[in-house]
């Protein structure tokens, strides 16, 4: 029987050949050739020998020894090799030594490491050793990176400096260097970070301020902004080429520091070119430049927004200003005042128009610019002017613009167009219900005397209203325009009534227009004493209407009506275009020759204000059809008047206007009658819903609810709450009196 003892290996013999086997590999890597492979044969020998070193018994299991050998072959090399190479070169020919130097001993610890394979499988894992990669690894970075990093990292970055300044340099030995880096640290970043990122961004931070502190005292900003962006730019491209991803951020943020951050005040403020003089001078492509900039660094975004928002304001500030200005140097004309009104509010919408086209275009619709924007037109849209609310001078644009005979004369697509722009502009207003009830007012008017340009711009304005704000704002409004379709309706059955019953005509034209009250503003009815002529019309209408309902009750609204009546002048006959009280005050003269104050009034059971104005339209006014004793411009109960049958005028029809009364603030009125109204709807359905809630949530919640229509004061909700509470709607916890309880 044959045996097969394995011959035992001593330490010297058998580290001698694996010598030889490492003495190769070196000259391979010395000659150029570090990826020529040995053969099988060989590396099974080399493999082996290591392997029946490690495997004998004791004393001659020589595991510790050779784990030793293996981090002193490298340490050999190094020493006698690579250092020598590297210590003689400098810069970027040091750099390229290094990452050949690099390369051959990632392929020397890659074969070493197979040759020492067995040490790894079972000597280090028991031992809890470093791996030999790691071995390897740990003695370049402790002979050759420790030695060299600091003239490695100031080769790299006196490289990307030339870069900078225009010079091509090789990115890939740059990448290569820094891999080594990144590597070095066997998977940890502190060596990157400690012994080449620290160096790059302080030497980065001072580059750029250098150049910023030349270039700013030199160009004007949007150059200055043109040469920053360029610059950023460029560190973008090097990051994504040469520099490890995690240096991005770090980088940009130094680079935006030095080169904006730093001359924040001056590219803001600088005269002629900075940011307030763009704007000042609409510098459009320059300004959009500048915001495109801005917007990138996060410490500019307040300040661009906030300098935008006071440019809005200011301009916003200034036409107010100037609409004030003119009011005040025109008192006098209130004619005047109100051309000056719309003036201003096309110039506010012209000053919107424009900075909206700012925000959407030229600043890409950055949502901090677009709510500087939106804060900047809401505080200047709840000014008032001149003692006039926005709201209401919208309201009367509007009316100009849809008014038959207006000084706004614009074709079809202009007027939509600029009814667009309104209702982009009310969604600034806070008290929406304000605009809409002055503009109800307007439109009754319009749709009443026939005053609408156009009754499809008319349905086209309450749509744009109706799909922005909901039915909520035109629900009346629509009302309005329907009641007038059946009021035409009602005017024909009204004829076709008169000519089937020749007994009931009244012997004058007579023209009727019924309204749903609910749908109209409301109108103060009073109790004229009407001509017998004028009684006998009403007499006429009220049968005919009790033939089509008797559930309605008719109450005639005379401030509303007009008379065409002929007045029988010396010169000539003219037609006067009244309203329904001037006619009966005119008719009492064909009785009586001269009338006093006192007898008028009685006689037409009118108060002393109508009277005044009634009188005084009529006599001292543009035209006098009664002549007045005294002669004198004010209207006093002592006054008497005659019948001016000298009288002559121009025309052969003569509209002569009752003095207006200040509606003002009756709108006002009514809007706040139909918010204490609405304030209690809401409280009602919220708790109804809720059932009990506490009191301030209750009046946040009121606040939300009512918030599209108006802005509710908080003061007058917490009052309807307590009269709610005083009609049993809601009572108070007993327990806790801040909670509030629905009762059913």
Known sequence: MLGNERKTIDLEQGWEFMQKGILKLKNLLDEGHPETEFSSEEFFMLYTTIYNMCTQKPPHDYSQQLYDKYREAFEEYIMSTVLPSLREKHDEFMLRELVKRWGNHKVMVRWLSRFFYYLDRYFIVRRSLPPLNEVGLTCFREMVYQELKVKVSDAVISLIDKEREGEQIDRALLKNILDIFVVIGMGQMDYYENDFEAALLKDSAAYYSRKASSWISEDFCPDYLLKAEECLKQEKDRISHYLHSSSGPKLLKKVQHELWSV??????????????????????ENLSRMVRVFSKVETFLDPLANVFKQHVTAEGTALVKQAEDEADSRKANKKDVGLQQQVFMRKLIELHDKYMAYVNGHFQNHILLHKAFKEAFEALCNKGVSGSSIAELLATFCDNILKKGSSEKLGDETTEEMLEKVVKLLSYISDKDLFSEFYRKKLARRLLFDKSANDDHERSMLMKLKQQYSGQLTSKMEGMVTD????????????????????ANPGIELTVTVLTAGFWPSYRSFDLNLPAEMVKCVKVFREFYQTKTK??????????????????????????????????????????????????????????????????????????????????????????????????????????????????????????????????????????????????????????????????????????????????????????????????
């Open 263 to 284: 001359y924040e005040s001056q590219l803001f403020e600088k005269e002629h070119s900075g940011y307030h003089a763009l704007l000042t001078g609409d510098k459009v």
């Open 484 to 503: 007038l379709t059946l009021a035409k309706e009602n005017q024909t059955s009204f004829e076709e009534y008169l000519s089937n019953n020749p007994n």
């Open 551 to 744: 559930h309605r009750k008719l109450t005639w609204i005379y401030s509303l009506g007009t008379c065409n009546i002929i007045g029988n002048f010396e010169p000539r006959s003219t037609e006067l275009i009244v309203t329904t009280s001037q006619a009966s005050a005119l008719l009492l003269f064909n009785s009586s020759d001269r009338l006093s104050y006192s007898e008028i009034m009685t006689q037409l059971n009118l108060t002393d204000d109508d009277v005044v104005r009634l009188l005084h339209s009529l006599s001292s006014a543009k035209y006098q059809i009664l002549n007045k004793e005294p002669n004198t411009k004010s209207i006093a109960p002592t006054d008497h008047f005659e019948f001016n049958s000298k009288f002559t005028g121009k025309m052969q029809r003569i509209r002569i206007p009752l003095p207006p009364m200040d509606e003002k603030k009756k709108v006002i009125g009514d809007v706040d009658r139909d918010r204490r109204y609405a304030i209690d709807a809401s409280i009602v359905r919220i708790m109804k819903s809720r059932k009990v809630l506490d009191h301030q949530q209750l009046v946040m919640e009121c606040v939300k609810q009512l918030g599209p229509m108006f802005k509710p004061d908080l003061k007058a909700i917490k009052k309807r709450i307590e009269d709610l509470i005083s009609r049993d709607y809601l009572e108070r916890g007993k327990d806790n009196p801040n909670l509030l309880r629905y009762l059913a």
